[in-house]
């Protein structure tokens, strides 16, 4: 059972500050501003480790290479701490892959929450800023699925089809993890 709580905290801890990373990598590349509140949320939450690991790693293009190395980072270190629990030594070799099997997963919950915020804001508070942000943070994500699926009866389904997706990729890597645990 305390494995499980620990399991659990570390879950939230790295599942909240490696969000924020990913959120900031995603923002800057949108170039959307960070003066909003979820900006500056961002900021607050990151700072602390993107902000030395910039110092080492330069970007790439458009892309803020300390974000992204500092949500993998936390995943590591998530994996390090879960593997001396149970004693796993001998599977050390593998805890980079785990680490970006994490990575990879927390990216898909992000885009699931992202794309859930997204849809119930145009449904209830289409003209606050967070709306607006979010919007730009999705659109991309939607332009090409809406170049496929026609509006039915003028509603867009191209959020569904795209959670659709997320989902199925999100079992197709919950039944890899297990591969790698063994």
Request: charged share 10%; proline share 6%.
């Amino acid at each position: 059972m305390l494995y499980q709580i620990i399991s659990f905290l570390l879950d939230i801890a790295t599942g909240l500050l490696g969000g924020a990373c990913l959120l900031r990598l995603y923002m800057q590349h949108q170039r959307l501003p960070f003066g909003n509140p979820v900006g500056r949320f961002v900021f607050a939450l990151t700072d602390w480790l993107v902000l030395p690991l910039r110092r080492v790693v330069p970007a790439i293009g458009p892309w803020d290479t300390a974000s992204l190395l500092g949500a993998y980072l936390l995943k590591l270190v998530h994996f390090g701490l879960l593997m001396l629990m149970v004693g796993g030594a001998g599977q050390v070799s593998l805890l980079p892959l785990l680490a970006l099997l994490g990575l990879v997963q927390l990216v898909i919950s992000a885009l699931t929450g992202l794309l859930i915020v997204y849809v119930i804001l145009s449904w209830v508070q289409a003209g606050s800023a967070i709306a607006y942000l979010v919007e730009r943070l999705c659109v991309p994500l939607l332009k090409p699925l809406r170049r496929l699926i026609p509006l039915v009866g003028g509603i867009d389904l191209s959020p569904l089809a795209l959670l659709v997706l997320l989902q199925i990729a999100a079992m197709v890597l919950a039944s890899l993890a297990p591969a790698f645990w063994r």
